[in-house]
């Protein structure tokens, strides 16, 4: 069975930097576009980066400045760092896979979230 | 950036009945040369991840039951529920794959009446 298991840091202090960890188990990892989304009650649900088989990266506009995604396929892993963060940046934040060989599909495969909360 | 407009924000509806949500592209998501609508929707239950449902507008996921439907083009979508069982109460999200930044809706609670 497909899946996706995420880790990292729940609670954060302003100005530190996020790092979650998404591994893949149960199929293919290789060809395919790996996302992060996150989710926060205001803003509802926010695309914020994915990566694709050739390490070819895109970002949200928004949170480019301070996102980067990377990929281990020998381990079958991706990764997000996010510097500087804020009370804003307090969300759920999921894993996800889009499509093969194509970033323009839909996320068919999700996280179980986990929730990052930023607070002095 | 495409925004996605989701109407109405909840419904509540009877076991049985119809439930219909409405999803509005500030922009076309449909690539022309493809003849594909860039849209998908999700199914989210409290304290679980979304759930892929609908994507292409209107082609079901492996293991959806048919009773969810898929309909639209270009700039206005729809996701029919066309018997409301008491597992479909969850929030549903549509979400333009097309371009730029991968925009989702605000999303639409469903409830039973």
């Known amino acids: 069975q497909e899946q996706l298991q995420q880790w990292g840091a729940g609670l954060l202090k302003p100005s530190e930097t996020l790092s979650l960890t998404c591994a893949f188990f149960?199929?293919?990892?290789?060809?395919?576009?790996w996302t992060w989304v996150r989710q926060t009650p205001g803003k509802g649900l926010e695309w914020i980066a994915d990566?694709?088989?050739?390490?070819?990266?895109n970002y949200n506009p928004t949170l480019k400045s301070r996102v980067s995604i990377s990929v281990d396929t020998s381990k079958k892993q991706f990764s997000l760092k996010l510097r500087s963060v804020t009370a804003a940046d307090t969300a759920v934040y999921y894993c996800a896979r889009g499509g093969r060989y194509t970033n323009s599909a839909p996320l068919d495969c999700w996280g179980q979230g986990t929730l990052v909360t930023v607070s002095s | 950036d495409i925004v996605m407009t989701q109407s109405p924000d909840s419904l509540a509806v009877s076991l049985g009945e119809r439930a219909t949500i409405n999803c509005k592209s500030s922009?076309?998501?449909?690539?022309?040369?493809?003849?594909?609508?860039?849209l998908a929707w999700y199914q989210q239950k409290p304290g679980q991840p979304p759930k892929l449902l609908i994507y292409w507008a209107s082609a079901r996921e492996s293991g959806v039951p048919d009773r969810f439907i898929g309909s639209g083009s270009g700039t206005d979508f729809t996701l029919t529920i066309s018997s409301l069982q008491a597992e479909d109460v969850a929030v549903y999200y549509c979400q333009q794959y097309y371009s730029g930044p991968r925009t989702f809706g605000q999303g639409t609670k469903l409830e039973i009446k």
């Open positions: 149960g199929g293919s990892f290789s060809g395919y576009c």
């Open positions: 922009q076309s998501v449909l690539y022309s040369s493809s003849d594909k609508n860039y």
């Open positions: 990566i694709n088989h050739s390490r070819n990266t």
